[in-house]
Structures are given as C-alpha cells and as structure tokens.
C-alpha cells in the first residue's frame, strides 16, 4: 500500500465492478417512446426585478418546476422580500412548494409536488 493510499484511503469503484468499469446508467433510465410528450418540465428562471415574477408564477402554476436565480436582487433587500413573499403566497395558494438551494437559488414547485429537504447521500460498496 503507497502512501497516497495510507492518506486517502483505498479507491472505490461504483457498481461493486473493477477498478477502470463503468456505472450502465441504461437499466435505470426509463425509456420514452418516440412521440411521447412529457407532462412536467424543470427550467432554470432569473428574476431581475419585481415585473418578472408573472411570468415565473405563471410557468409553475402551469404544472412545472423553476429553479429561480434570484442574484440580481440579492442586494436589494425590499425587493427581495416583496418577491420571496409573494412566491410564498402563490406556492400556498397551489398547494406546491418551494426551498432555497444555496444562497442565490430556490426551487418552486407546482401543486401535488413536494420537496425532501433531507440531503441524499450515496454509500459506496
């Protein structure tokens, strides 16, 4: 055993495969047929000033997911909170719900979706 292994420990592979083997994510993917459109979709959004937030409600009262980067108004502490509010309000009123993710990001989502706020972590074998 070297001394980088000493320090670091032993490599660990995923999938319990050799050293150099991949992970075949293909079994854990679902396939789509051709044609097939999907009832739900995740976008990224950034708000710039309080005008925006029709639009950004609007596409999650439509049944999808937004990633909202609010930087542009992390200094402007009244506006910020005008906004969080009325996000609040709207994922309320929908029965969805929403969470920061860092410090620039939350995720709003729409009715019937809810998110785990407990940290996944992976164990290796």
């Known amino acids: 055993m070297g001394l ?12 319990g495969g050799a050293e ?7 079994k854990y993917v679902e396939q789509t ?3 097939e459109q999907a009832t ?3 976008r990224v959004g950034e708000i710039q000033r309080y005008e925006d937030l029709k639009t950004l409600t ?3 009262c439509g049944g999808n997911v937004l990633i909202l980067d609010f930087s542009p108004l992390a200094d402007e502490e009244v506006i910020l909170k005008r906004v969080t509010n009325e996000i609040k309000k709207m ?3 929908i029965n969805g719900d929403v969470a920061g993710i860092g410090n620039n990001l939350m995720i709003i ?4 979706v809810k998110i785990d706020r407990r940290k996944l972590r992976g164990e290796y074998a």
Do not use: Q, S, W
């Not at 980088?4 to 999938?15: A, L, M, P, Q, S």
């Not at 150099?20 to 994510?25: F, W």
């Not at 989502?109 to 019937?112: A, E, L, N, S």
């Open 33 to 35: 047929h051709p044609g």
């Open 40 to 42: 739900m979709h995740v």
């Open 4 to 15: 980088v292994n000493k320090i670091f420990g032993e490599k660990k592979t995923y999938g």
């Open 20 to 26: 150099g083997e991949y992970l075949d994510l293909e």
């Open 58 to 60: 609007d596409y999650v």
């Open 91 to 93: 994922v309320n009123d």
């Open 109 to 112: 989502t729409p009715t019937g």
